[in-house]
């Protein structure tokens, strides 16, 4: 749909399309009212949310991202919001919005970001419950990947390239604990390269294999198992839930790339209202 055709179909000028829609982006629809307005809806139609929740973010460049929160299995979008990080406190009050008003948190899955753990496990302190969190094993792998490089330098670094290679085929314990020995059985044998270190000037030095122990180190050190999803079969392995929903929104907002920065996110807000709820207009929200 262009301006063109809005032109000709509604009969107005091109400066008084674009003078509607600069009001209409103007009063962009408020996240918390949306969730308060999706509980109402969901119900009315006897409707109960998983309690599962996805959360993942997009950038805008360096300086602006797009924090989304996704229930499962219902589907349901439950809450965005636009940041210039994907900060420990702001992700924190939107969890605590989330539980303030019914959400079970059942589990959480995330990219593995250290705010976000800290963020799901104070909640999880506050609430006085245990919320099991998945590491998304889809980021996992393409962060060990993109470490480790297509053509790996070392016997090393192709061994666990091919180790890791398997991490999103587990689907049960046993294969757990064989991808486990596994890894256990590379470190025994390459773990020495880990240590090495490479010395400059003035006494500084730096691990010789950097890449390569930050890749082990994301598959062996980490705050949580990346295998939670085998202890309970509803939590998610992965965010892929949640990246779809980038993909069409990036689609949407490259058509439009002439607009503020300011106007994006609130054509962004529009879509994921007008989503859910097709009759929504702006004074609804006010």
């Not at 044998?189 to 003035?202: A, D, I, M, P, V």
Request: hydrophobic letters at 35%.
């Amino acid at each position: 749909m262009t301006v063109n055709y809005l032109v000709r179909r509604w009969r107005v000028s091109r400066q008084t399309l674009s003078s509607n829609f600069n009001l209409f982006l103007a009063k962009p629809p408020s996240p918390r009212e949306y969730f308060l307005h999706l509980l109402a809806k969901m119900k009315e139609q006897s409707l109960t949310l998983g309690g599962y929740l996805l959360l993942d973010a997009d950038w805008f460049g360096r300086d602006r991202c797009l924090l989304l929160y996704k229930d499962h299995p219902t589907g349901k979008l439950l809450l965005w919001r636009f940041a210039d990080s994907e900060s420990y406190g702001e992700i924190l009050l939107d969890l605590l919005f989330l539980a303030e008003h019914g959400y079970p948190f059942n589990g959480a899955v995330s990219d593995g970001r250290r705010s976000i753990f800290a963020a799901v496990k104070s909640l999880a302190d506050s609430l006085k419950k245990v919320i099991p969190h998945q590491r998304c094993l889809v980021h996992t792998q393409m962060m060990v990947q993109g470490l480790l490089t297509r053509k790996p330098k070392t016997e090393a670094g192709w061994r666990l390239r091919e180790i890791v290679s398997y991490l999103n085929q587990i689907k049960t314990v046993y294969e757990r604990n064989i991808w486990q020995k596994w890894l256990t059985r590379w470190e025994t044998r390459y773990g020495s390269l880990l240590k090495e270190r490479t010395y400059g000037e003035n006494g500084h030095w730096w691990h010789t294999h950097r890449n390569l122990r930050r890749a082990y180190r994301t598959l062996a050190v980490n705050p949580e198992p990346p295998f939670r999803y085998l202890e309970d079969h509803n939590l998610p392995k992965d965010t892929n839930g949640i990246e779809g929903v980038f993909s069409q929104l990036d689609d949407k907002v490259s058509r439009h790339r002439g607009l503020r920065q300011e106007k994006k996110e609130a054509l962004i807000s529009y879509y994921i209202h007008l989503k859910e709820f097709p009759k929504f207009t702006p004074e609804t929200n006010r």
